[in-house]
């Protein structure tokens, strides 16, 4: 299974993991998850929001495609997350042996107002749709509700949790966001027309010119 780092140097040359994405990829479309014309009022319209995640999502991945799940973990460099980090991804990973694939790397960060040092912990798996729960993790990212992962990084107010999950076999990135809103970047317009086509009522109104100047036509682009 290709690593993340060649990836990106292969595929998607310049682009960094870190919101907002859109901006940073020319074949891309932003949708907004929570329907711009509901108030978060309870938990129904919180669902709404879930129920149009679930369903790009399984749009975006086949059982038979070969996925990358990454998730960042910004706090500060003391801590005490660092004392055993893996433990608080066992819930959304199936099986040990699927869980024993994940790599953890430590990247350094900027320093935050009051001048602590923040790491990014940064958490690969290479698997296949049905390895993750991936229904808990975009439901915690919809309700703002990370279980364990929060319980861990609540007492750091500036501590951060981002998922992107990276179709390898399709060269796609969909990354939902804290809003909440989607992004989805493709290597290939093709790829993901049919979602431009399909689900056009979700699309965000503050992007929809750029996003209407890609799809909306069929004459390919020059890539950024």
Same mark, same amino acid.
């Given at each position: 299974m290709q690593n993340l780092e060649s990836f990106f140097d292969q595929k998607f040359k310049g682009v960094t993991l870190q919101p907002p994405l859109f901006n940073s990829w020319d074949i891309a479309i932003r949708f907004d998850i929570l329907n711009p014309l509901l108030t978060i009022k309870d938990s129904d319209d919180l669902e709404d929001?879930?129920? #149009?995640?679930?369903?790009?999502?399984?749009e975006v991945f086949r059982d038979e495609?070969?996925?990358?799940? &990454?998730?960042?973990? #910004?706090?500060?460099?003391?801590?005490?997350?660092?004392?055993?980090?893996l433990k608080v991804y066992r819930s959304y990973i199936k099986q040990q042996d699927v869980l024993d694939k994940l #790599?953890?790397?430590?990247?350094?960060? /900027?320093?935050?107002?009051?001048?602590?040092?923040? /790491? /990014? *912990?940064?958490?690969?798996?290479?698997?296949?749709?049905?390895?993750i729960r991936y229904e808990i993790?975009?439901?915690?990212?919809?309700?703002?509700d990370f279980g364990e992962v929060m319980i861990q990084l609540e007492q750091k107010p500036q501590?951060?949790?981002?998922?992107?999950?990276?179709?390898?076999? #399709?060269?796609? &990135?969909? *990354?939902?966001?804290?809003?909440?809103?989607?992004?989805?970047?493709?290597?290939?317009?093709?790829?993901?027309?049919?979602?431009?086509?399909?689900?056009?009522?979700? &699309?965000?109104?503050?992007?929809?010119?750029? &996003?209407?100047? /890609?799809?909306?036509n069929s004459e390919s682009i020059r890539l950024k």
């Amino acid at each position: 299974m290709q690593n993340l780092e060649s990836f990106f140097d292969q595929k998607f040359k310049g682009v960094t993991l870190q919101p907002p994405l859109f901006n940073s990829w020319d074949i891309a479309i932003r949708f907004d998850i929570l329907n711009p014309l509901l108030t978060i009022k309870d938990s129904d319209d919180l669902e709404d929001a879930f129920q #149009r995640s679930i369903t790009l999502y399984d749009e975006v991945f086949r059982d038979e495609d070969e996925l990358l799940v &990454i998730a960042d973990v #910004r706090t500060t460099e003391d801590h005490l997350f660092l004392e055993e980090p893996l433990k608080v991804y066992r819930s959304y990973i199936k099986q040990q042996d699927v869980l024993d694939k994940l #790599r953890h790397e430590l990247i350094p960060d /900027v320093c935050n107002e009051e001048g602590e040092q923040l /790491v /990014v *912990h940064r958490f690969t798996l290479g698997c296949k749709k049905k390895d993750i729960r991936y229904e808990i993790i975009l439901r915690e990212i919809c309700y703002k509700d990370f279980g364990e992962v929060m319980i861990q990084l609540e007492q750091k107010p500036q501590s951060s949790i981002e998922f992107y999950f990276i179709n390898l076999t #399709r060269g796609i &990135i969909y *990354h939902l966001y804290d809003g909440p809103g989607c992004d989805i970047l493709a290597l290939k317009k093709e790829e993901i027309q049919f979602l431009y086509e399909s689900y056009n009522d979700w &699309i965000s109104e503050e992007e929809r010119n750029q &996003i209407d100047s /890609v799809f909306a036509n069929s004459e390919s682009i020059r890539l950024k």
